[in-house]
Each structure stands twice: as C-alpha cells, then as structure tokens.
C-alpha cells in the first residue's frame, strides 16, 4: 500500500491560515488522496479529497502537487474547533482505507 | 449528508462476557463497512472489511473467532467481541461506503467505547 508522511504535530494560531503538509511519494496513478481529521473521543470525519487538480470546499483546500508526490490541506482561519489529529491518507481501487499517525493540530487563542 | 449510527457509544463488561457493537447506514447502502480499533493516543487500525453477504475479510493478527462480524444487509453490520478480556478494551469505530469508490468519502461512526473489567 502507498504510504503517507506526515509531521508529528503542528501549531497555530486562532484565526490565522494552516498548511498542513503531506508527502506521498509512492502514489499510484489512480490513488485519491483523502484528509479526515479526529475530535478526541470521536470517530474520523471527512474534510476534503482529490485526484490531480486542486479542491476546494467549505471547511478547507486540498493543493495537490503537479507531480502528485505531496499535498497541502489549507484551513484558512483556524478556529479553536479546528483542533484535532488530521490525517492524510490513499485511498486506492480496492477502497480499504489505512491510516497513518496523523498530524496532531494544536490551535492557540 | 450521509450519516453512520453507532451504537452503543460506551459499554462495560465483565471479563468474559461478549459484547456486540452494531453500525448503521442512515441513509445509503454501505456495499462495504470497515471496521477499526483504536488504542489511547494511537490511530486507527483496521480490523477488517465486510462486504454485504460474504465473509469478513480481516487484517493479519485479528483473530476472526474472537472478533465476529456480520454484514447481514446493506445497512446494518455487526461486531461482537466474544469472552472480552481487558486488553480487549479499546475504542471501536466503524466505517461504510456506497458504491462509487476511490472517489468517495468514507462516513464513520462516533465510536464505541468498550471497557473490560
């Protein structure tokens, strides 16, 4: 299975942008890449995916590199609410879903 | 949006008692449900993947004895920890998918967690 990288841990500040990074550099040709995040004591939910070009939707932005092998998910005015463990991962034709160890978002105020 | 029901959200057991652990889809056929395990601090790890009407499938080292799943519709499925034990304590979440995919997100539900005494 194609692996994900992704920091530790990351800090921001209320109300500034996050670029939370990911490297993939195993990807296949048809992999998605997905972002889910992780409130304590709750079950993953879903922020954003793509294939090739850059996505955007009402909670973040998903900037995917032109040769695949690394994307950014963008939260543009982290909130308080926005603290949580993101995670990045592949998701390939056979549809299992794996997760890495995530990037665990601090956000101060 | 699609939404998975999870049910208990928290249960405690004596040890050797068995404990099942159901997933809903609300509103969509889940071909596939996906369940997982989750340890303080650590991520998730999949137990195993159920497509309605087969087998389970189950990761390496998931004794499919110990750990009985069942996808008997397309909306419901089933995990029950036979003769838990502490270290069967853990926090349980299940996923489903519709039909369309890679290019599909996948919906989870809140979790259960199950504490061993």
């Known amino acids: 299975d194609a692996k994900t990288t992704q920091p530790n841990s990351m800090e921001s500040n209320e109300e500034e942008p996050v670029h939370l990074p990911c490297n993939h550099s195993?990807?296949?040709?048809?992999?998605?890449i997905h972002w889910y995040r992780q409130l304590p004591s709750q079950g993953p939910e879903y922020v954003i995916h793509g294939l090739t070009s850059n996505v955007n939707n009402r909670m973040a932005s998903l900037a995917i590199a032109e040769d695949r092998k690394s994307s950014t998910l963008i939260l543009h005015r982290a909130t308080l609410r926005d603290a949580a463990v993101y995670y990045c991962?592949?998701?390939?034709?056979?549809?299992?879903?794996?997760f890495g160890a995530g990037t665990r978002l601090t956000v101060k105020p | 949006g699609a939404v998975v029901s999870q049910h208990p959200s928290w249960v405690i057991c004596k040890s050797g008692t068995s404990v099942k652990i159901e997933c809903r889809s609300l509103d969509f056929q889940a071909t596939t449900m996906f369940w997982y395990r989750q340890f303080p601090k650590q991520s998730l790890m999949l137990m195993a993947t159920s497509n309605e009407g087969s087998k389970a499938t189950y990761e390496q080292g998931v004794e499919k004895d110990k750990f009985l799943i069942n996808h008997a519709s397309l909306t419901l499925s089933t995990l029950t920890v036979t003769s838990a034990h502490p270290e069967d304590s853990s926090f349980y979440i299940c996923?489903?998918?519709?039909?369309?995919?890679?290019?599909?997100?996948?919906?989870f539900g809140s979790g259960t967690q199950l504490s061993v005494l």
């Open positions: 996923s489903a998918r519709g039909i369309l995919g890679a290019n599909e997100k996948l919906f």
């Open positions: 195993t990807i296949s040709g048809t992999d998605y």
């Open positions: 991962i592949l998701r390939a034709h056979n549809n299992d879903m794996r």
